[in-house]
Structure formats: structure tokens, C-alpha cells
């Protein structure tokens, strides 16, 4: 009988049967790992299973490759919070959403696990836009995609960085990149790229940046590509960015 | 045994029900069968008229025996408000209450990417024709305080706001009736507190 007890984060619920779901969960130790919950379509447990909650879990199965079973206590629930605002309730199920699809299964992340939940916490807070970009960083990091944004690819200044290639994933100064700027994606402010003005253009560039290498190269050979909760958050980001830009600003600040 | 049979029929068909399995399915079988006349026959009759009668009423998608449903056809209701829930079940809850004197429109579930619920499969865009009916003053996104429930709000709210005059409202979260605040998770009160109102 194989058993373990840690913390999770669900990550996405799936219902199977009449009462019971398949749960998907970020481990601290164990990494992503799937279990079968009893009961999970109950009303009393429905609210415990909602994406970013965090649990105290005890996994089970009779053989270590089985799916196993859950079982389940609410640790905290910062979603709860996120459900009044659309664009970070989006961020929240993106970020779910990445990770279920991204990571493999039974290998502990848990460097990603105190990021996902310092991100959660962070999604009610001033700056939740700048730390989802930075958090995107860190799981493509996490993946064996970690970009290189301290010094410039091409020998130039440290403190003229102002792009990155969308080739290698450094970054280039102003100085060296201005010639390929059309081809180079911009880095923030937030960064350590140039200072702007425009808070609302500075996060826009940051969720292309690591857009861009999510699509390009973790989730390049996925079958389903990026998953339908990033690119509806980024839909809406851009409609956001698209009606007003003050009110990104007022909603990030 | 003969699995073919008319009385293993009735099991297989009674242990696919919510709620039943094949012990249970026996079990109901057994009682049916012993009270032909008072239970069974008239549940034959009563699943079959429901089979034929109860169809969705094509203005809000409630079950009914008629078309528009009794609720869309009665004048004594508020046109002017329409309750969006995701299921019939949500619609008999509010019923139950007798608090809402309005209309309603059953989306028919949530937005859920898992579950390969698109825009496409709930009934949004009839909502949105019927919205822009000029007799609309208020919507009310009735929808679970889940992910999935607030999510679909969101997505309905940002549907209806351009080209309807409509006011758009959705359910209060917090404190539940009875509830005590020891027993309650943390994100609940932290709802509560934001939401509260003058005593």
C-alpha cells in the first residue's frame, strides 16, 4: 500500500461518477499528482475543491502507477476573494490551467508550489499583474526554459537592457537591439527594462514576453497548445488594454 | 438467468437513476412489482406523460408542459427583471423562496473549459436577444459563487453591458443563514467584511 501526506493546490477538478472527481493537484513534495475523491459533487465538499484552494492531502493506492484516492481538508481558499473581479479570477484559473497542463505527474516542484501559492496571495494585492508575469517567468524556469533577462546577448550595457530575443530568451540593450527592435519582443520596466510611463503597456508587453515563450517553447509540442484559460485571460487583458488603460491601472493598483 | 428479461430491464434502467445502484435498483424493483396497481402503473403512467408532455419553454428554457412556460406567459410577473441561473434546479430554488416575482433564463450550465462547456453550448445568445427587449430594467446572474459560477457572470456581464440599458446585479456572497463564523473558511468572511452594509 503506497500512502503520503502533504499540501496541495487544486488544480483542476473533473467529475467522475455520480458523487466522486478526479482531482489534480499541485503537491509541495510530490509534485502534480491526480487521486480519486469520494463524495467530491456533495454540497459539502464542492466548496473545497474549487482551483487554487489549498489542502492537507492524504494520497493512497494499493500500487504506486494506480490513480489512487484522496483525501481532502481546506487548508485556505484565496480565491474566494478573486470571484468579484474578472481579470483576476482569470489569472487564477490561467495559472491553474498552466500548470495542470504543463508539469508532469509524481515530480516535486517545490519551489513552483511556494510560487503558485505566493501568486495566489498576491492576486489580491497592488501589483497582481507584475507578479503573474514574473510567476510565468519562474515556471518556465521550472520547465528547463529559464530566461536569461540580467545581461544583454549581444555584449552590451546591463543597464540599457530594453528587449529580448525571441530566439534565445536573453536580453539585448537598445543600443544593440535597435537595428532588430521589429523582430525582438520588449522587456518591462518591471523587468529591468527601460522606464515607462505607461504602466498599462509595460504589463502588456510583460504577459506577451512570457506568452510568447510559453507557446513557443513549453507548450510547442503540446497537442492542445496553450491552455483555454490562458488565452481567454489574455483575450481578456486585451480587451481591458483595448477600452481603457486606465482602468487596468486603476484595477492593478 | 435471462439478463434480457423485462424484470432485468427494470433493474438496469432503475440503477442508472441518480442515487440507485444495482443493489438498491433490486430492492426498488422488488417494491414496484409487489404493488403493481398503487405504485407501478401509476409511475408507468406518470414517466410516460412526463416523457410526452414537458418539453423547454423556447423563451427561458424552463421545463413545462407548455410553450411559453407558466411562468414566461404569467402577466402578474415583472418582465422587466430576468433571473439568469444555470439549471431548472437553480430556477425551482429561487421558487421555493416565492422572493422573486420576475422572469427567468436557464443557461442550461457553466462555462467550464474541463468540461468542454463553450459560450456556444450554454444559451447565452438567446439571453442577449432578450435582453435588449426594451421592457428590461435589471438582470440578475444568479450563478454559483464557484470559479465556474463567477466566471460565466463575468463573461455574461461583459456581453450584455454594450447596446443594453439593462441593469446588471448578481447575487450577494457571504455569511449564510445560521452560519456561524467560527465555522466559516477564511475566503467566505474576508467576502462578508468587504461586503458588508450599515447596520
Given at each position: 500500500m503506497e500512502r503520503w501526506e502533504d499540501q496541495g493546490i487544486v488544480l483542476s477538478v473533473r467529475p467522475h461518477g455520480e458523487n466522486g472527481a478526479v482531482l489534480r493537484v499541485l503537491s509541495e513534495h510530490h509534485g502534480l499528482c491526480a487521486g480519486y475523491v469520494r463524495g467530491a459533487q456533495s454540497s459539502k465538499m464542492r466548496g473545497t475543491l474549487e482551483p487554487g484552494n489549498g489542502l492537507a492531502l492524504v494520497w493512497q493506492s494499493r500500487t504506486e502507477g494506480q490513480l489512487g484516492s484522496f483525501s481532502v481538508e481546506l487548508i485556505d481558499n484565496p480565491g474566494a476573494v478573486l470571484l468579484g473581479d474578472a481579470l483576476r479570477l482569470g489569472a487564477l484559473q490561467s495559472a491553474c490551467a498552466l500548470c495542470d497542463a504543463a508539469l508532469p505527474e509524481q515530480e516535486g516542484h517545490?519551489?513552483?508550489?511556494?510560487?503558485?501559492?505566493?501568486?495566489?496571495?498576491?492576486?489580491?494585492?497592488?501589483?497582481?499583474?507584475?507578479?503573474?508575469?514574473?510567476?510565468?517567468?519562474?515556471?518556465?524556469?521550472?520547465?528547463?526554459?529559464?530566461?536569461?533577462?540580467?545581461?544583454?546577448?549581444?555584449?552590451?550595457r546591463r543597464d540599457d537592457l530594453a528587449y529580448v530575443s525571441p530566439k534565445t530568451g536573453r536580453a539585448v540593450s537598445a543600443e544593440k537591439g535597435q537595428a532588430y527592435q521589429d523582430r525582438l519582443l520588449v522587456l518591462p520596466q518591471f523587468l529591468g527594462g527601460p522606464a515607462s510611463a505607461d504602466e498599462a503597456a509595460d504589463i502588456d508587453c510583460g504577459l506577451k514576453l512570457s506568452g510568447y515563450f510559453l507557446e513557443h517553447w513549453a507548450f510547442a509540442h503540446h497537442?492542445?497548445?496553450l491552455p483555454e484559460a490562458r488565452l481567454r485571460f489574455m483575450n481578456r487583458m486585451a480587451q481591458t488594454l483595448g477600452s481603457s488603460r486606465e482602468s487596468l491601472i486603476v484595477a492593478s493598483g | 438467468m435471462n439478463t434480457d428479461g423485462p424484470l432485468e430491464m427494470l433493474i438496469r434502467q432503475l440503477a442508472a437513476l441518480p442515487g440507485l445502484g444495482p443493489r438498491s435498483a433490486r430492492r426498488a424493483a422488488l417494491y414496484l412489482l409487489t404493488r403493481r396497481k398503487t405504485q407501478m402503473q401509476p409511475l408507468a403512467q406518470a414517466i410516460q406523460q412526463a416523457a410526452e408532455l414537458v418539453r423547454e419553454c423556447t423563451a427561458c428554457n424552463n421545463l413545462d408542459t407548455a410553450d411559453p412556460c407558466r411562468i414566461c406567459s404569467d402577466p402578474r410577473r415583472d418582465a422587466g427583471q430576468i433571473c439568469v441561473v444555470a439549471q431548472v434546479s437553480d430556477l425551482w430554488a429561487i421558487e421555493r423562496t416565492g422572493a422573486f416575482k420576475g422572469r427567468y433564463h436557464v443557461l442550461g450550465g457553466l462555462l467550464s473549459a474541463l468540461d468542454g462547456m463553450g459560450p456556444e453550448q450554454l444559451r447565452i445568445p438567446t439571453l442577449l436577444v432578450r435582453v435588449k427587449e426594451p421592457a428590461v430594467r435589471e438582470v440578475i446572474l444568479a450563478l454559483s459563487a464557484t470559479v465556474d459560477g463567477q466566471s460565466t457572470a463575468h463573461y455574461i456581464a461583459d456581453h450584455l453591458g454594450p447596446g443594453s440599458n439593462a441593469k446588471i446585479t448578481r447575487l450577494a456572497h457571504g455569511v449564510p443563514v445560521g452560519g456561524e463564523l467560527d465555522y466559516l473558511d477564511d475566503g467566505t468572511i474576508i467576502t462578508a467584511l468587504r461586503a458588508r452594509n450599515a447596520a
Open positions: 517545490p519551489g513552483l508550489f511556494h510560487g503558485l501559492r505566493a501568486l495566489l496571495t498576491a492576486l489580491d494585492g497592488p501589483v497582481w499583474l507584475q507578479a503573474y508575469v514574473i510567476w510565468e517567468i519562474a515556471l518556465l524556469k521550472e520547465l528547463g526554459f529559464a530566461l536569461d533577462l540580467g545581461r544583454c546577448a549581444g555584449g552590451g497537442t492542445r497548445g | -
